[in-house]
Nanobody
């Protein structure tokens, strides 16, 4: 039922900024926790940031102070604003939705990812 589509990735120089978007289809966005994760070549997937349905945010240590996650429930979209980008931020960035239904069953949905490359 849920489809997640990331956009906004690309090539940026060190110190630059980039804004990622994730548009969600379906009717459960406003009640779901959303997150951004990333995976670089040869590395494990890691948490970047999450935001709950009420707007509470959490950030991975590697991006704290540089990245900002936000959401627009009217547009069913979650954003990731990235600044002071470093080469080590280079990765495929994935959008995730987490929700628990009325029977307390847990669901995770993933987008296909968008490539972010930080290089001179």
């Amino acid at each position: 039922q849920v489809q997640l589509v990331e956009s906004g990735g690309g090539l940026v120089q060190p110190g630059g900024s980039l804004r990622l978007s994730c548009a969600a289809s379906g009717s459960v966005f406003s009640s779901s926790t959303m997150g951004w994760y990333r995976q670089a070549p040869g590395k494990e997937r890691e948490l970047v940031a999450t935001i709950t349905n009420r707007g509470r945010t959490n950030y991975g240590d590697s991006v704290k102070g540089r990245f900002t996650i936000s959401r627009d429930n009217a547009k069913s979209t979650v954003y990731l604003e990235m600044s002071s980008l470093k080469p080590e931020d280079t990765a495929v960035y994935y959008c995730k939705m987490f929700r628990v239904d009325y029977a307390m069953r847990e669901y995770n949905y993933w987008g296909r990812g968008t490539q972010v490359t930080v290089s001179s």
